[in-house]
C-alpha cells in the first residue's frame, strides 16, 4: 500500500514575487533586526531584494511591505523558527532583508565633507560586535565615520549591523590603505591625533588636544593596545580615570565615554583643559 506524502508546512508567500525565487547574491547579506532593517528601508530602499517578516511584526513592517509592493520586490510571512534559519539567528527580531550589504566608506570622500569629524580609527579591534556597538556610539554622538587598515577591521556582518541598530547606515566604516601615512595626511588637514590608552597619558577630561571636529580617536585592542607605528602619530595620549581594579574598559565603553567628552566639549565651544572645570 501506498503511503501517503507527509505535507510539510509552508509559510504563507505574499508580493508579487515568491521570496525564494533567486538566491542570495555575492554582493548581498540578509540583514535581520527592526531597528537595522528599517534603517536600510530609510536610507537605501533601492538596495533591497527581498524581505521576510513575521506575522506579529506585519504592521511595523508595513510601509516596508507596501514598498516590497510598488517596486515589485519579493515579500514572504515566515514562521520565527524559519526565520531563524533565513537569517541565520536566533536574534532575528522578527524581521530580515535580503539588500546589498553595505558600503564601505573611503577617506577621500570623508574629506570631501565640509565637518568631517570627530573620526574615530579602530587599530587591532577585530570582533564585529565590538564594531557594532562601536557604530551605535559613534552615531549618537556624531562621529563622522570608523576607519581602520584594510583587512584588519571587522566585516560589517549581519550579527555586527545587528547591534548597531540602525547606526550601520549613518557612519561609515571606511579601509584605510596606508594607516601611518593617512593618519599623517590627516594630520597635515588639521586633526589631532589622540590615543587612548590605559596606562599612560592625562585624563580625559584634562586632555589639552582640541577636541573640536577635527580629532581622530585611537581606540587599540584590549589586550594589546595601540601598535608602535601608530601610537608615534600621537599628538596627544589620554586616559579614562577608575579606580584600576580592572586592567582597562571594554573598547565600546571606552569610545562612549570619549565621544561623550568630545560631544560635551563641542555643545560647550570648550577644546582645552578648562574643558573640565
Not at 547579506?29 to 532593517?37: I, M
Not at 506575522?55 to 517596486?71: G, M, N, W
Not at 570608523?146 to 547606526?167: H, K, M, N
Request: charged share 25%; net charge positive.
Amino acid at each position: 500500500m501506498k503511503r501517503p506524502k507527509r505535507s510539510r508546512p509552508v509559510a504563507a508567500a505574499t508580493g508579487p514575487r515568491a521570496a525564494g525565487s533567486r538566491h542570495k547574491g555575492r554582493s548581498e547579506e540578509t540583514y535581520h533586526g527592526v531597528r537595522a532593517c528599517l534603517a536600510i528601508f530609510a536610507r537605501r530602499p533601492q538596495d533591497i531584494v527581498r524581505v521576510y517578516v513575521t506575522a506579529e511584526r506585519r504592521r511595523e513592517a508595513a510601509a516596508l511591505l507596501r514598498h516590497c509592493t510598488e517596486t515589485r520586490k519579493g515579500f514572504q510571512i515566515v514562521a520565527a523558527e524559519n526565520l531563524a534559519r533565513i537569517s541565520g539567528s536566533m536574534h532575528h527580531e522578527g524581521i530580515a532583508v535580503l539588500a546589498r550589504a553595505c558600503p564601505r566608506g573611503t577617506l577621500a570622500d570623508l574629506l570631501e565633507r565640509p565637518r568631517p569629524g570627530p573620526l574615530l580609527y579602530l587599530d587591532g579591534v577585530q570582533n564585529p560586535h565590538n564594531l557594532g556597538a562601536l557604530l551605535r556610539t559613534a552615531a549618537h554622538f556624531g562621529a563622522a565615520a570608523i576607519l581602520g587598515p584594510r583587512g584588519g577591521l571587522p566585516s560589517l556582518s549581519p550579527a555586527a549591523v545587528r547591534v548597531a541598530e540602525g547606526a550601520a547606515e549613518f557612519v561609515p566604516v571606511c579601509d584605510v590603505e596606508r594607516p601611518v601615512s593617512d593618519l599623517r595626511l590627516l594630520k597635515r588637514e588639521g586633526f589631532s591625533v589622540v590615543i587612548t590608552s590605559s596606562h599612560r597619558g592625562r585624563s580625559a577630561f584634562e586632555a589639552s588636544a582640541g577636541w573640536g571636529g577635527r580629532v581622530v580617536l585611537v581606540l587599540g585592542s584590549e589586550g594589546a593596545g595601540v601598535s608602535p607605528p601608530i601610537a608615534a602619530l600621537a599628538d596627544e595620549f589620554v586616559r579614562i580615570p577608575g579606580t584600576e581594579r580592572v586592567e582597562s574598559l571594554n573598547v565600546s565603553v571606552a569610545c562612549g565615554i570619549l565621544l561623550a567628552e568630545c560631544w560635551r566639549r563641542n555643545q560647550d565651544g570648550l577644546s582645552g583643559p578648562s574643558a573640565s572645570r
